[in-house]
């Protein structure tokens, strides 16, 4: 299991956002505080807080290729 820090600031980006989830094979998900969330659910990532960070937590050994995918949301 891999994760990183992302900030989704609007719509378009959770599209983009969602529509590199929907490509891979393995489980994506959003966690922040005690919730966690489906990433491929754009409803879902509705209901976080979209002005703190979110960890994309993914559940495999190999997701450089994902995460370098994402890399223009990562938080600073």
Known sequence: MKEMQIKL???QEIREFVSQVILVD?????????YIIDAKS??????LDLLSPITVRVHTDDGDAF???????KAN
């Open 42 to 47: 754009i409803m879902g990532i509705f209901s």
């Open 67 to 73: 995460f370098s995918s994402i890399e223009k949301f």
């Open 9 to 11: 600031f609007t719509i």
């Open 26 to 34: 393995f489980e994506v998900d959003l966690v922040q505080g005690r």
